[in-house]
């Protein structure tokens, strides 16, 4: 349980922290919450960690038109624990208290989250619900584009990631978040969350989002059609059950999953429909 | 900009207690470990050495953190605080005083880890009701207690007067 050697860098500018990453098996560390476990494992064994928590400026929360811009070194527990982020997206602060537990959302970053890219992390799937874009040192990146795979992203391997922003919702969305895990903190086995907007009682634009149950976070369009076309919400949910194809593993077998993701898309639409004005 | 060299020790200083301390460590060496073998402050536990036990919470900066999550180089100038620094002079701090009363221990290994937590709590939440309370015990594993007595004597000094006994 105890990591392999590596060099340690701590940079105190982009500019450095990207030149560093230039060398061969270097990696970002950030909060650390997944990457040291991985290196306790030996899974992981980089021979450079550039830790990012010594640059100036990367840790922020700030108000742009209706939407936010997020710093990526920025903590779970400030964003959990932000007047901002609670009125304008309380899906975000609502998600929050389901990663991990206070100490490691005290450590842990949104921009760590994301470019982990854990399937059955909340940020991935939130990203992706609010439409947001991926600022790096590069380019801005869609959310819809990030994510190849389990642990797969768009990101090169000297390219860090800087801000992520989320567009203003429209007045009156209202929102679910469900969640299943075997303990609280635990990474989900299935979490669904979801946004309605409502005109006349129907509903005219609608995203849900699934996560842990696919290899990336992924948006249920067959499911959202359903609700867009007045179709019942328990349809809806089970066009979701049949868009997604999870894997079986220690926790869940896929079958048991299928069927949560059900189940939670019927809890977070209906959740949603009575949040929506 | 801080290089330091794989396999070779550096010297790392920061204030634990509110005492500037200063030893040396490999980048690889645990902050758990720095903080038990170098500095011999055992009051910090270890478990699991992957974030999952809360044995071996802190708090740096005011805020809790797993030390084994840690490495030691990455605490230059920071100040951490560990269970040691909970007591006053007179004796045992309120929740520790609680945590006594009711019966909130018993091997007493996972008890550091969890005043860490909940002095944070306390800090941002005097009024935490008790789903609040076990929602961050949920970050401590306790295989002895079955968590009853740590959520009374939190209780006990969290402003909630329902599960007071
Ligand atoms: C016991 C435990 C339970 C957990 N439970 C959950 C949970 O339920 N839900 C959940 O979502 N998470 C959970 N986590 C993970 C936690 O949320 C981490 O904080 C997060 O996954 C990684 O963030 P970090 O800042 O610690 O990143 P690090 O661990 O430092 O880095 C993670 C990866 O991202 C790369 N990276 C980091 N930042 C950048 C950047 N800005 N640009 C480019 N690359 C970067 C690193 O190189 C590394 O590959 C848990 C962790 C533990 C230890
Ligand atoms: S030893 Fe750090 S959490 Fe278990
Ligand atoms: S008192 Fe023994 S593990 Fe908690």
């Not at chain 1, 975000?92 to 005290?106: E, K």
């Not at chain 1, 000297?158 to 007045?171: H, K, R, S, T, V």
């Not at chain 2, 221990?105 to 008790?130: K, V």
Request: hydrophobic share 45%; net charge negative.
């Amino acid at each position: 349980m105890k990591p392999p050697a590596f060099e340690y860098l701590a940079p105190v500018s982009l500019e450095a922290a990207v030149a560093a990453l230039s060398n061969e098996d270097a990696k970002v560390l950030a909060g650390g919450q997944s990457l040291v476990p991985m290196m306790n494992f030996r899974l992981l064994a980089p021979s450079l960690l550039v830790d990012i928590s010594r640059i100036p400026d990367l840790a922020y929360i700030t108000e742009d038109g209706d939407g936010l811009r997020i710093g990526a070194m920025t903590r779970h527990h400030a964003v959990e624990m932000s007047d901002v982020v609670r009125q304008r997206f309380p899906v975000l602060h609502a998600a929050m208290a389901h990663v991990a537990h206070l100490a490691i959302r005290n450590r842990g970053t949104i921009g760590g989250s994301l470019c982990h890219g854990d399937p059955a992390a909340e940020w991935p799937g939130l990203v992706l619900l609010l439409n947001a874009q991926l600022k790096t040192t590069k380019r801005t990146i869609p959310a819809g584009d990030f994510y190849h795979g389990a642990l797969a992203t768009d990101l090169a391997d000297d390219e860090i990631l800087i801000e992520i922003q989320f567009p203003g919702l429209a007045p009156g969305t209202g929102w679910g978040f469900e969640e299943m895990a075997r303990r609280s903190g635990d990474f989900a086995l299935a979490a669904v969350a979801a946004t309605i907007c409502l005109s006349d009682d129907r509903a005219t634009e609608v995203r849900i989002v699934v996560i842990g149950a696919h290899a990336t976070p992924l948006r249920l369009t067959a499911a959202e059609g359903l609700l867009t076309d007045h179709v019942s919400i328990g349809a809806a949910a089970d066009a979701a059950m049949q868009e997604i194809s999870p894997d079986s593993d220690l926790h869940a077998s896929a079958d048991y999953r299928r069927h949560l993701v059900g189940v939670l898309t019927k809890r977070a639409l209906a959740a949603a429909w009575k949040r929506a004005a | 900009m801080r290089y330091l060299e794989a396999g070779k020790r550096h010297t790392v200083r920061f204030t634990l207690n509110g005492r500037a301390v200063e030893g040396d460590a490999e980048p690889r060496l645990l902050l758990s470990d720095f903080l038990r073998q170098t500095l011999g402050a055992f009051g910090t536990h270890v478990g699991c050495e992957h974030g999952s036990c809360g044995a071996c919470t802190i708090q740096m900066d005011g805020k809790a953190v797993r030390s084994c999550l840690l490495y030691a180089v990455q605490v230059e100038g920071k100040a951490l605080t560990t269970v040691e620094n909970l007591a006053t002079p007179d004796g045992l701090n309120e929740l520790q005083a609680a945590m006594q009363k009711h019966h909130g221990l018993q091997c007493g290994f996972c008890t550091p880890g969890i005043l860490m937590s909940l002095t944070q709590l306390r800090e941002e939440e005097p009024n935490a009701d008790e789903a609040r309370i076990r929602d961050v015990l949920s970050g401590h594993i306790c295989r002895c207690t079955g968590y009853d007595g740590i959520v009374k004597a939190a209780l006990d000094v969290f402003g909630d007067v329902f599960g007071k006994n």
